[in-house]
């Protein structure tokens, strides 16, 4: 027996800090629903009733979906979006119609 740490574990490391358990949980639940195993860390005491009071909540995510997970919750403004095809102008004019 030895007190090394186990390779299949991963290291978790923390893509946000929330002000909330709530907020975490949402949080998490995109990252899941982007295939990202993610979990809450809560070190508060009030954790039950939701409030980060004398604690901290992080969104914690194993080492290799870090990079992946940082794009996705906090996306580069830099990178153009897609088009959707209406310009500015046919905004107006679908307001004006009605």
């Given amino acids: ?51 980060a009071l004398n604690g901290i909540v992080r969104v914690v995510v194993p080492e290799k979906y870090y990079d992946f997970s940082m794009a996705a919750l906090y996306p580069d403004e830099d990178i153009p979006l897609l088009e959707d095809g209406l310009d500015e102008d046919d905004w107006d004019d679908e307001d004006d119609e009605e």
């Fill in 1 to 51: 027996m030895t007190n090394l740490p186990d390779k299949a574990t991963p290291n978790w490391m923390v893509v946000a800090t929330p002000f909330s358990v709530n907020e975490a949980a949402i949080i998490v639940g995109r990252l899941k629903h982007l295939g990202v195993p993610a979990m809450i860390q809560n070190d508060s005491t009030l954790s039950s009733l939701g409030i």
